[in-house]
Nanobody, 120 residues
């Protein structure tokens, strides 16, 4: 079964840190780009960061540059999103997604999401 499972969300105070994990199964993980997305209540989903498959190039959104870092461990079939300097506006459900055609394709595999809440 093709699956992505996010974990690591929670409640944190502004300025704090969290590390999200995205564990993959059912497909050749190393061949896929992995992206993190988020959706806050009443807002559209937005891309947060993406990491490529072949050279692990990373593409963070401007809103998180310098604060969030995406990385991958192909041996563990897992992608991480290290989030530092969290702000209340980072509050959202965070999803990971996978696509074989890179970070700028339409992502075809999605996880269920994990809630991140940042209190002021």
């Amino acid at each position: 079964e093709v699956q992505l499972v996010e974990s690591g969300g929670g409640l944190v105070q502004a300025g704090g840190s969290l590390r999200l994990s995205c564990a993959a199964s059912g497909f050749t993980f190393a061949d896929y780009a992995i992206g993190w997305f988020r959706q806050a209540p009443g807002k559209e989903r937005e891309g947060v960061a993406c990491i490529g498959s072949s050279d692990s190039s990373t593409y963070p959104a401007d809103s998180v540059k310098g604060r969030f870092t995406i990385s991958r461990d192909n041996a563990k079939n897992t992608v991480y999103l290290q989030m530092n300097g969290l702000k209340p506006e980072d509050t959202a459900v965070y999803y990971c997604a996978a696509d074989r055609y890179g970070c700028f394709a339409s992502f075809g595999i999605w996880g269920q999401g994990t809630q991140v809440t940042v209190s002021s």
